[in-house]
Protein backbone atom coordinates (compact mmCIF):
# COMPACT_ATOMS: atom_id res chain seq x y z
CA UNK A 1 0.00 0.00 0.00
CA UNK A 2 1.04 3.48 -0.29
CA UNK A 3 1.78 5.08 2.73
CA UNK A 4 4.16 8.66 3.77
CA UNK A 5 4.99 8.49 6.93
CA UNK A 6 6.91 11.22 9.46
CA UNK A 7 8.14 9.80 12.45
CA UNK A 8 8.10 12.97 14.60
CA UNK A 9 5.29 15.04 15.32
CA UNK A 10 7.29 17.76 16.72
CA UNK A 11 10.90 18.88 16.09
CA UNK A 12 12.34 21.37 18.33
CA UNK A 13 16.04 22.87 17.15
CA UNK A 14 17.14 26.19 18.13
CA UNK A 15 17.89 29.33 15.96
CA UNK A 16 21.28 28.65 14.08
CA UNK A 17 21.15 24.74 14.47
CA UNK A 18 20.55 21.95 11.33
CA UNK A 19 17.16 20.45 10.84
CA UNK A 20 16.69 17.73 9.16
CA UNK A 21 12.52 16.45 9.17
CA UNK A 22 12.22 12.73 8.10
CA UNK A 23 9.84 11.17 6.05
CA UNK A 24 9.93 7.63 4.71
CA UNK A 25 7.95 6.07 1.81
CA UNK A 26 6.06 3.07 0.70
CA UNK A 27 5.36 2.67 -2.97
CA UNK A 28 5.38 0.26 -5.67
CA UNK A 29 7.14 1.87 -8.87
CA UNK A 30 8.82 4.89 -9.19
CA UNK A 31 7.23 7.58 -6.93
CA UNK A 32 7.25 11.64 -7.36
CA UNK A 33 7.64 13.01 -3.55
CA UNK A 34 6.98 16.61 -2.46
CA UNK A 35 7.29 18.93 0.56
CA UNK A 36 4.21 21.27 1.85
CA UNK A 37 4.51 23.78 4.25
CA UNK A 38 2.05 25.49 6.62
CA UNK A 39 2.76 28.59 8.71
CA UNK A 40 0.97 30.25 11.11
CA UNK A 41 -2.31 31.34 9.78
CA UNK A 42 -1.46 31.15 6.34
CA UNK A 43 -2.87 28.78 3.75
CA UNK A 44 -1.00 24.88 2.86
CA UNK A 45 1.80 25.67 0.54
CA UNK A 46 4.21 23.54 -1.72
CA UNK A 47 7.68 24.02 -0.69
CA UNK A 48 9.62 21.59 -3.11
CA UNK A 49 9.58 18.88 -5.48
CA UNK A 50 12.26 16.44 -5.68
CA UNK A 51 12.33 16.39 -9.58
CA UNK A 52 12.88 19.69 -9.78
CA UNK A 53 16.13 19.44 -7.32
CA UNK A 54 16.07 23.00 -6.14
CA UNK A 55 16.75 24.72 -2.64
CA UNK A 56 13.93 26.91 -1.25
CA UNK A 57 14.47 29.28 1.58
CA UNK A 58 17.30 27.40 1.83
CA UNK A 59 15.71 23.38 2.55
CA UNK A 60 16.65 20.61 0.36
CA UNK A 61 15.51 16.96 -0.10
CA UNK A 62 17.33 14.33 -1.52
CA UNK A 63 15.63 10.85 -2.82
CA UNK A 64 17.02 8.16 -1.48
CA UNK A 65 15.28 4.80 -3.29
CA UNK A 66 17.04 2.56 -1.13
CA UNK A 67 16.12 4.11 2.08
CA UNK A 68 12.87 4.78 0.47
CA UNK A 69 13.17 8.12 2.15
CA UNK A 70 12.73 11.86 1.23
CA UNK A 71 14.36 13.67 4.25
CA UNK A 72 13.73 17.84 4.42
CA UNK A 73 16.77 19.31 5.09
CA UNK A 74 18.13 22.95 6.40
CA UNK A 75 21.53 23.58 7.58
CA UNK A 76 20.93 26.45 9.72
CA UNK A 77 17.31 27.01 10.98
CA UNK A 78 15.78 29.95 11.57
CA UNK A 79 12.80 31.66 13.76
CA UNK A 80 10.88 31.96 10.67
CA UNK A 81 11.06 28.31 9.69
CA UNK A 82 8.53 27.06 12.21
CA UNK A 83 5.45 25.56 10.38
CA UNK A 84 3.68 22.52 10.46
CA UNK A 85 5.60 20.69 7.22
CA UNK A 86 3.87 17.39 5.70
CA UNK A 87 5.46 15.60 3.09
CA UNK A 88 3.48 13.75 0.19
CA UNK A 89 3.77 11.89 -2.72
CA UNK A 90 1.75 11.47 -6.38
CA UNK A 91 -0.14 8.23 -6.61
CA UNK A 92 -0.19 7.28 -10.17
CA UNK A 93 -1.77 4.39 -10.88
CA UNK A 94 -4.78 5.21 -12.09
CA UNK A 95 -5.63 9.04 -10.74
CA UNK A 96 -3.08 10.92 -10.13
CA UNK A 97 -3.56 12.07 -6.59
CA UNK A 98 -1.52 13.01 -3.44
CA UNK A 99 -0.68 10.99 -0.51
CA UNK A 100 0.53 13.20 2.57
CA UNK A 101 2.04 12.17 5.75
CA UNK A 102 1.02 13.05 9.26
CA UNK A 103 3.05 16.25 9.30
CA UNK A 104 5.86 17.24 11.78
CA UNK A 105 5.85 20.27 13.52
CA UNK A 106 9.07 22.45 13.20
CA UNK A 107 9.96 24.63 16.34
CA UNK A 108 13.20 26.93 16.11
CA UNK A 109 13.71 28.37 19.28
CA UNK A 110 15.47 31.67 19.97
CA UNK B 1 -3.83 36.91 -8.12
CA UNK B 2 -6.96 35.56 -6.16
CA UNK B 3 -6.37 32.87 -4.05
CA UNK B 4 -9.09 29.55 -4.07
CA UNK B 5 -11.73 30.88 -1.39
CA UNK B 6 -13.77 29.07 1.05
CA UNK B 7 -16.90 29.36 3.32
CA UNK B 8 -17.71 29.40 5.73
CA UNK B 9 -14.60 29.52 7.87
CA UNK B 10 -16.09 28.02 10.98
CA UNK B 11 -19.02 26.06 11.21
CA UNK B 12 -20.40 24.05 14.29
CA UNK B 13 -23.26 21.36 14.19
CA UNK B 14 -24.70 18.50 15.83
CA UNK B 15 -24.30 14.91 14.63
CA UNK B 16 -27.67 13.96 12.26
CA UNK B 17 -27.38 18.02 10.58
CA UNK B 18 -26.77 18.82 7.31
CA UNK B 19 -23.66 21.06 6.43
CA UNK B 20 -22.51 22.65 3.00
CA UNK B 21 -19.13 24.27 2.10
CA UNK B 22 -18.51 26.27 -0.52
CA UNK B 23 -15.32 26.68 -3.05
CA UNK B 24 -14.34 29.07 -5.64
CA UNK B 25 -11.15 28.13 -7.21
CA UNK B 26 -8.37 29.82 -8.83
CA UNK B 27 -9.78 32.02 -12.35
CA UNK B 28 -9.13 28.94 -15.15
CA UNK B 29 -8.15 26.61 -12.79
CA UNK B 30 -9.76 23.24 -14.56
CA UNK B 31 -9.34 20.82 -11.71
CA UNK B 32 -10.36 20.87 -8.14
CA UNK B 33 -10.08 18.66 -5.32
CA UNK B 34 -11.82 18.50 -1.80
CA UNK B 35 -9.76 17.16 0.94
CA UNK B 36 -10.14 16.39 4.87
CA UNK B 37 -7.88 16.95 7.20
CA UNK B 38 -8.71 15.21 10.58
CA UNK B 39 -6.71 16.48 13.78
CA UNK B 40 -3.50 15.05 13.78
CA UNK B 41 -3.42 14.02 10.33
CA UNK B 42 -2.67 14.89 6.72
CA UNK B 43 -4.85 15.86 4.35
CA UNK B 44 -6.94 13.02 2.97
CA UNK B 45 -8.16 13.67 -1.14
CA UNK B 46 -12.24 13.18 -0.81
CA UNK B 47 -13.42 14.33 -4.91
CA UNK B 48 -11.67 15.00 -7.96
CA UNK B 49 -13.39 16.82 -10.14
CA UNK B 50 -11.89 17.84 -14.04
CA UNK B 51 -14.46 20.64 -15.19
CA UNK B 52 -17.61 19.34 -14.25
CA UNK B 53 -17.11 15.67 -13.89
CA UNK B 54 -15.66 13.46 -11.34
CA UNK B 55 -12.05 12.10 -12.16
CA UNK B 56 -11.86 10.19 -8.46
CA UNK B 57 -14.47 9.89 -5.62
CA UNK B 58 -13.04 6.93 -4.20
CA UNK B 59 -12.51 8.17 -0.69
CA UNK B 60 -15.63 9.94 -0.28
CA UNK B 61 -18.41 8.41 1.85
CA UNK B 62 -21.04 8.56 -0.51
CA UNK B 63 -23.60 7.41 1.92
CA UNK B 64 -23.72 10.62 3.83
CA UNK B 65 -20.76 12.75 1.68
CA UNK B 66 -22.15 14.38 -1.88
CA UNK B 67 -19.87 17.01 -4.29
CA UNK B 68 -21.28 18.73 -7.36
CA UNK B 69 -19.18 21.49 -9.93
CA UNK B 70 -22.28 21.99 -11.94
CA UNK B 71 -20.80 24.73 -14.01
CA UNK B 72 -16.99 23.35 -13.88
CA UNK B 73 -16.40 26.50 -11.64
CA UNK B 74 -17.61 26.65 -7.80
CA UNK B 75 -18.12 23.70 -5.72
CA UNK B 76 -20.07 22.79 -3.04
CA UNK B 77 -19.48 19.88 -0.94
CA UNK B 78 -22.29 18.63 1.93
CA UNK B 79 -22.63 16.06 4.40
CA UNK B 80 -26.08 14.72 5.39
CA UNK B 81 -26.60 13.41 8.27
CA UNK B 82 -23.30 14.53 10.04
CA UNK B 83 -21.54 12.08 12.51
CA UNK B 84 -19.03 12.89 15.49
CA UNK B 85 -15.94 11.34 13.20
CA UNK B 86 -16.45 14.43 11.05
CA UNK B 87 -15.04 16.87 12.76
CA UNK B 88 -11.95 18.17 10.31
CA UNK B 89 -10.64 20.90 8.50
CA UNK B 90 -12.40 20.54 4.87
CA UNK B 91 -9.64 21.83 2.59
CA UNK B 92 -10.38 22.72 -1.22
CA UNK B 93 -7.75 23.12 -3.64
CA UNK B 94 -7.65 23.68 -7.36
CA UNK B 95 -4.90 23.33 -10.24
CA UNK B 96 -4.35 23.61 -13.76
CA UNK B 97 -5.70 20.83 -16.07
CA UNK B 98 -3.04 18.09 -15.77
CA UNK B 99 -1.02 19.97 -13.60
CA UNK B 100 -1.47 17.91 -10.34
CA UNK B 101 1.69 18.43 -8.78
CA UNK B 102 1.07 22.08 -8.14
CA UNK B 103 -2.05 22.72 -6.27
CA UNK B 104 -3.51 25.92 -4.56
CA UNK B 105 -5.44 25.12 -1.43
CA UNK B 106 -7.81 27.50 0.32
CA UNK B 107 -8.25 28.35 3.66
CA UNK B 108 -10.25 25.67 4.66
CA UNK B 109 -13.81 24.97 7.03
CA UNK B 110 -13.60 23.85 10.24
CA UNK B 111 -16.15 22.13 10.70
CA UNK B 112 -17.32 20.91 14.40
CA UNK B 113 -19.99 18.15 15.25
CA UNK B 114 -21.05 18.22 18.52
Known amino acids: AQRVTQPEKLLSVFKGAPVELKCNYSYSGSPELFWYVQYSRQRLQLLLR??SRESIKGFTADLNKGETSFHLKKPFAQEEDSAMYYCALIHTSGTYKYIFGTGTRLKVLA | EAGVAQSPRYKIIEKRQSVAFWCNPISGHATLYWYQQILGQGPKLLIQFQNNGVVDDSQLPKDRFSAERLKGVDSTLKIQPAKLEDSAVYLC????????????FGPGTRLTVL
Open chain 1, 50 to 51: HI
Open chain 2, 93 to 104: ASSLAGDVDTQY
